[in-house]
């Protein structure tokens, strides 16, 4: 399968690119924390690493460690605004259970 991005989360990210002046791409992955077990970890990436599974979507590139794809594999990235409040979104077809606040999940 793949990472997919929309096209709202590629200008976003796209945008914060050029005004860092630089930068390849989002690393996204998980890491064990939260209630439910897992939580997504998202920066930007300055350089890829060997292991990098890479993924391009939109013209912007994510960059994936071999070990974090298992659970984020088929993973849509979007990016919404509601209200006031801005962020990424993900909709992961791994996920089996989250917790109440919607910090963590668990595959």
Same mark, same amino acid.
């Given at each position: 399968?793949?990472?997919?991005?929309? #096209?709202?989360?590629?200008?976003? $990210?796209?945008?914060?690119?050029?005004?860092?002046? &630089?930068?390849? *791409?989002?690393? !996204?992955?998980?890491?064990?924390?939260?209630?439910?077990?897992?939580?997504?970890?998202?920066?930007?990436?300055?350089?890829?690493?060997?292991?990098?599974?890479?993924? #391009?979507?939109?013209?912007?590139? $994510?960059?994936?460690?071999?070990?974090?794809?298992? &659970?984020?594999? *088929?993973?849509? !990235?979007?990016?919404?605004?509601?209200?006031?409040?801005?962020?990424?979104?993900?909709?992961?077809?791994?996920?089996?259970?989250?917790?109440?606040?919607?910090?963590?999940?668990?595959?």
């Amino acid at each position: 399968m793949a990472i997919t991005m929309t #096209e709202k989360a590629a200008e976003h $990210v796209s945008r914060n690119i050029m005004r860092r002046g &630089y930068g390849v *791409g989002l690393r !996204l992955g998980v890491k064990a924390t939260g209630c439910s077990g897992l939580a997504y970890k998202l920066e930007y990436a300055d350089s890829f690493a060997p292991e990098d599974v890479v993924f #391009e979507c939109h013209g912007v590139k $994510v960059l994936i460690d071999p070990k974090s794809l298992p &659970y984020i594999d *088929g993973t849509e !990235l979007d990016f919404g605004r509601e209200g006031l409040n801005e962020g990424f979104r993900f909709r992961n077809p791994n996920v089996k259970d989250e917790c109440g606040c919607g910090e963590s999940f668990r595959v």
